[in-house]
């Protein structure tokens, strides 16, 4: 495990799942880490897990839709901890399941809003941040194997995350000569409350389906997936910037 004693980290989504995980992983290596969430609940329980095991963190109700929100998370961490290391853009909703021509376009836009835009959102307001502090930052963007090959009927988290992509490339070229690293993680399908929502883990047949995308026949465990966060904003990745780093037991070797 990396050594993040006197770093700061947002983490959002951070109250369920993947985002949970790595802010519990960030603050075992000595981050202190901001929790983001619209799930008090879940965001509090990241805390208290945090701080059980001795770590520190505080909880920010911030909604990825609302750049205020956005904004104030990011100045929480730099009121409260001094600055801010590794933003970890992770919030994200599986949204409806249909062939394309049948979304609505409220179904299309929601979804495009949180997991496009948020992510956009928090990614200029950590880049204003890092680039003007000393030691720069990373930010890490939670994209999908969707965000890499089509999948049938979820066009629109497909598109979001394909452009999640396309946005830390981008920021990657800008920000390089700062010293902010931006890079996407693009994890194959992993066990969390995401899948049970969209109905993958608790119906059998489904989940069978799914597994077999994988070439090691399984979903993903979110400590999976977070340990690949961790690496890329520790110093073992100090020249990896623009990158889709895919942790997905095989899914798009196929
Ligand atoms: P999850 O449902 O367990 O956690 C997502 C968290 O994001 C929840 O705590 C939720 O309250 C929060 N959230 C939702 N909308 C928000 C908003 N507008 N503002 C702030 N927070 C919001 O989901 P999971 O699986 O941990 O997903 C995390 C990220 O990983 C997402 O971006 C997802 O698309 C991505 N991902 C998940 C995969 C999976 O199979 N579980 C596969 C590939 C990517």
Redesign the pocket.
């Known amino acids: 495990m990396p050594d993040f004693e006197d770093r700061v980290a947002v983490v ?10 790595v802010a519990v992983e960030f603050a075992a290596a000595g981050a202190r880490v901001v929790v ?4 008090e609940e ?2 509090r329980e990241t805390v208290e897990q945090i701080e059980s095991a001795g770590g520190e963190a505080t909880f920010v109700d ?5 750049m205020a929100a956005v904004e104030s998370m990011v100045e929480t961490a730099v009121d409260e901890y001094g600055r801010l290391d590794f933003g970890v853009n ?5 949204g409806d399941q249909k062939p394309t021509g049948e979304y609505t376009e409220e179904g299309w836009e929601r979804v495009i ?3 496009l835009n ?1 992510v956009w959102r928090c990614t200029k307001a950590e880049l204003e941040r890092m680039a003007e502090q000393d030691g720069g930052g990373v930010v890490v963007n ?5 965000g890499l090959v089509g999948f049938g009927t979820a066009s629109a ?1 497909t598109a979001a ?1 394909h452009g999640v992509v396309g946005l830390t490339k981008t920021a990657a070229l800008e920000y390089a000569e700062q010293d902010v690293r931006v890079n996407a993680v ?10 049970a ?1 969209a109905g ?1 883990t608790s119906d059998e047949e489904m989940r069978e389906q799914i597994e077999g995308l994988h070439a090691m026949n399984r ?2 465990r ?1 400590e999976e ?1 977070a340990d690949a966060v961790l690496w890329v904003c520790s110093d073992g990745a100090s020249f990896v910037t623009g990158e889709e780093i895919t942790v997905d037991g095989g899914y798009t070797s196929r």
């Open positions: 959002t989504g951070a109250g369920s799942g993947i985002g949970q995980e983001g969430d619209v799930d879940g965001g911030a909604d990825v839709t609302d992770n919030a994200g909703i599986g809003d949180v997991n948020g939670m994209a999908s194997v969707l988290y995350k693009c994890p194959g399908f992993v066990e969390t409350p995401l899948l929502d993958i979903l993903g979110p997936i």
